[in-house]
């Protein structure tokens, strides 16, 4: 079993920045693709930054230029640097992986999230 806990997230005012960590722990050996989501209260879940295992991302339209993934392979841990932040990227924010291997098949494993809040 993989286990994913988020970090980092709380209050900040607009033009401000947060880092947000995801620590996989568990059987990580077949972590492939990881990604970073969000909520906004009464909205639909949005794809913010996938990753692949190489490191390749992608980012939405709306996070371009102002976050950045990353992943540190070594330490199983995903981050998200956000900056200019916007009352709009207020959300929960998910962190996902990707399980993807002979031995355990796929799975998709979320964190519990973490709530960011950007004040105007």
């Known amino acids: 079993q993989v286990q994913l806990v988020e970090s980092g997230g709380g209050l900040v005012q607009a033009g401000g920045s947060l880092r947000l960590s995801c620590a996989a722990s568990?059987?990580?050996?077949?972590?492939?693709?990881m990604g970073w989501y969000r909520q906004a209260p009464g909205k639909e879940g949005e794809i913010v930054a996938p990753?692949?295992?190489?490191?390749?991302?992608n980012y939405a339209d709306s996070v371009k230029g102002r976050f950045t993934i990353s992943r540190d392979n070594a330490k199983n841990t995903l981050y998200l640097q956000m900056s200019s932040l916007k009352p709009e990227d207020t959300a929960v924010y998910y962190c996902?992986?990707?399980?993807?291997?002979?031995?355990?098949?796929?799975?998709?494993?979320w964190g519990q999230g973490t709530l960011v809040t950007v004040s105007s």
């Open positions: 990753v692949t295992s190489g490191g390749s991302a």
């Open positions: 568990g059987d990580t050996t077949c972590i492939s693709a």
């Open positions: 996902k992986a990707e399980i993807n291997c002979y031995r355990l098949g796929y799975l998709e494993v």
